[in-house]
């Protein structure tokens, strides 16, 4: 058998598809090594996943603390809501008995009731501090433009000395309690004078319209 034979007969061919199938397994090795993700990638991907879940809870569990302390500041300053607008009938219970007590009356009051009369007066005035203890303040608007969500208008007062829609009487006290109205002012306001800024009509006029 000659070279040539050896080089171009059976051997040959058969030496050469075994050349061509490695080399054909050699390059998918090397598509298959390329086509895997690179672990650092998947490191950096995954870290970042976890930074911004980390981020997103810690801002939850900030807005739940601050939610959480708003609620119980309100809890505590409103708490006595109820039982101090119970105290406050009688509040206005001491303040008529002491309405009720003409001028005249008590320059003539012998000393029993000068004494009943003060002690009436005492004890208003410390049922009132107590109440400022525990965050309930009365409201002064006497001289103040007309505040639908502190006072209610109960009538209009003719004066054109003072700008429309300012609070000249008040029937009943009003009081607030923390940034909350505990019980409006029961008010008269003036009417015909001139009118206040930003104002066109009067406050009858607006609850009508």
């Known amino acids: 058998m ?4 050896t080089k171009n007969g059976p051997d040959a061919t058969a030496a050469d598809a075994a050349a061509d199938a490695a080399a054909y397994v050699e390059n998918d090795t090397v598509q298959e090594e390329t086509a895997q993700p690179d672990p650092l990638e998947l490191l950096k991907a995954e870290n970042s996943e976890l930074r911004d879940r980390y981020l997103r809870l810690a801002a939850e569990m900030d807005n739940l603390r601050r939610r959480t302390e ?3 500041k309100d809890a505590k300053s409103y708490s006595v809501a109820g039982f101090a607008r119970d105290m406050l009938a009688v509040s206005d219970n001491l303040r008529r008995a002491l309405d009720a007590i003409s ?6 009051a012998d000393a029993g009731l000068t004494t009943l009369i003060e002690g009436v007066e005492m004890t208003e ?4 501090s107590a109440l400022e203890r525990h965050g309930v303040r009365k409201l002064e ?3 103040q ?5 502190f006072h209610q208008a ?14 000249v009487q008040v029937v ?8 909350r109205v505990l019980r409006p002012a029961m008010v008269g306001v003036a009417k015909g004078g001139p009118k206040a800024e930003a104002e066109t009509n009067s406050v009858f006029d607006e609850k009508d319209a």
Do not use: C, Y
């Open 141 to 143: 608007p006497v001289g």
């Open 2 to 5: 000659t070279d040539d034979t």
């Open 125 to 128: 005035r410390a049922m009132l």
């Open 145 to 149: 433009k007309f505040d639908p969500n």
């Open 172 to 179: 009943q006290a009003g009081f607030s309690i923390g940034e």
């Open 154 to 167: 109960m009538f209009e007062v003719p004066n054109p000395d003072v700008p429309n829609n300012t609070v």
């Open 103 to 108: 001028p005249e009356a008590k320059d003539a």
């Open 70 to 72: 708003r609620e119980v």
